[in-house]
């Protein structure tokens, strides 16, 4: 592995998943973790970056590995019933699910992110041969393409991404998704609704140069449905619920309170297309 890998070419919201990679392994190296994920620990031990400026975001540490944990279960149970799946991975930056799920046997899975993140990712992490590194914007037709090539199973997943984009942006990506896949698994994540336009307000991303902000969240998941009517809403997990006794003591309380839940908490969320 390289040492030292510079991400000066990283700006915006690319940047802002250094945050949760970074988050990703310190949880790992706590004790008794959530999350285990090694391969962020060597990351950021590998990368020229400035994390101590994030200093201790416990909130965004526990998040990030609630969020994680819950998109690899479902994606291992997607396999595990699909074991001929084509699987990709959208803006997966630094993200090693293949290989922190166990380099599943699949017909292929596809990580995709902008170019400047892929040169990074293949100084880092390692391709193999049913797991394969994609230079390309999520909203590009030819993704879409790659994947119904092999007419199997597909299974999306895009997570810590779509709250940068304004609603009309994440509406269009969804119903092109929709209107040109005939059939399809969709695990993402969602952004606590009371966040939006706040992004200099959260423990970890307001550390970032570049200060992206929060442009979209939805406060009923299940209206992602009127959206288009492939779009059905199969699971919904609200975070707060598997964080196993490790956010702060006032934010457990307070998401006991439906209201409260419901207005900031993330979530993670299956969506069936079909």
């Known amino acids: 592995m390289n040492t030292n890998v510079n991400t000066q070419k990283l700006w915006d919201i690319p940047e802002t998943m250094l945050v949760s990679l970074w988050c990703r392994a310190m949880e790992s190296k ?58 990709i991975q959208l803006w997966t930056w630094l993200d090693a699910r293949f290989d922190r799920i166990g380099r599943p046997k699949v017909t292929h899975w596809y990580d995709l992110d902008l170019p400047e993140t892929i040169e990074i990712r293949k100084k880092l992490l390692s391709e193999s041969e049913n797991n394969t590194f994609v230079s390309m914007s999520l909203f590009d037709n030819d993704w879409i393409d790659m994947v119904l090539a092999y007419n199997k199973p597909i299974l999306i997943i895009i997570e810590w991404v779509l709250m940068y984009f304004s609603e009309d942006e994440v509406k269009w990506f969804l119903k092109k998704i929709c209107e040109k896949i005939p059939k399809a698994t969709f695990l993402l994540d969602i952004l606590a609704y009371k966040l939006v336009w706040h992004a200099k307000s959260h423990d970890a991303v307001s550390k970032t140069k570049w200060n992206a902000e929060f442009k979209w969240s939805i406060l009923n998941t299940k209206d992602l449905e009127s959206w288009h009517k492939k779009l059905h809403l199969w699971k919904e997990y609200y975070m707060s619920r598997y964080d196993e006794w490790k956010y702060v003591f006032i934010a457990r309380m307070l998401y006991k309170i439906p209201v409260f839940r419901r207005n900031f908490d993330q979530r993670v969320v299956r969506l069936e297309i079909y």
Do not use: T
């Not at 706590?30 to 590998?46: G, Q, R, Y």
């Not at 998040?63 to 001929?84: T, W």
């Open 30 to 87: 706590s004790k008794n973790p959530i999350l285990i994920d090694k391969d962020a620990e060597k990351c950021i031990d590998s990368i020229d970056y400035d994390f101590s400026k994030l200093w201790n975001p416990r909130m965004s540490i526990v998040g990030s590995a609630i969020r994680a944990k819950l998109i690899d279960q479902e994606a291992k149970e997607f396999i595990a019933k699909n074991p001929d799946a084509v699987v």
